[in-house]
């Protein structure tokens, strides 16, 4: 066996190498993303929990560290000539590039709106104590203690 033979040999192992390692890690990213049910529904009691929850469904960290190895490997193949046809791998790198880059900023946005509702409810609970009329000092005090007009009031109605 001539040299460049069992070079051709080695490198078009390791060509198939270098895909499988970019097909495992797009595989790995897909799997990381957030499922589908876990970013429509919820039972969080209120909005804030329900926030909350979806801003740690949408935490994409692992599937871009996976889509990043991919990308590498990607490109190490690429350099080195050694995909026959890698449309397929460029397209699926693209396709989740994007559904990483719109989950991240869903989750932005998520966290934004997060932090909002806390102070909006506080704003809202405070114009509605506003609104509420504030007992005024004769009703306060007409349900402490009998006047003594009222029992003698009372007094009269008895003998009569």
């Known amino acids: 066996m001539s040299q460049s033979t069992f070079d051709d040999e080695l490198f078009g192992e390791a060509a198939s190498e270098v895909r499988e390692n970019v097909e495992e890690h797009l595989d790995a990213a897909r799997e990381e993303l957030p499922a589908v049910e876990a970013v429509w529904e919820s039972d969080a009691d209120n909005t804030l929990g329900t926030l909350n929850a979806l801003r740690s469904a949408l935490d994409v960290a692992d599937a871009a560290d996976h889509l990043r190895d991919a990308k590498k490997w990607f490109a190490m193949g690429e350099r080195a000539d050694a ?12 396709a989740l590039d994007s559904a990483i880059e719109d989950v991240e900023a869903a989750r932005e946005q998520v966290g934004e709106l997060a932090s909002t509702v806390p102070s909006l409810k506080s704003a809202l609970e405070d114009l509605q104590a506003d609104d ?24 009269a109605d008895a003998e009569a």
């Open 83 to 94: 995909f026959d046809d890698a449309d397929d791998l460029e397209a699926e790198i693209a």
């Open 132 to 155: 509420e009329p504030e007992p005024a000092a004769d009703d306060a005090d007409a349900g402490d203690e009998p006047d003594a007009t009222d029992g003698e009031a009372d007094e």
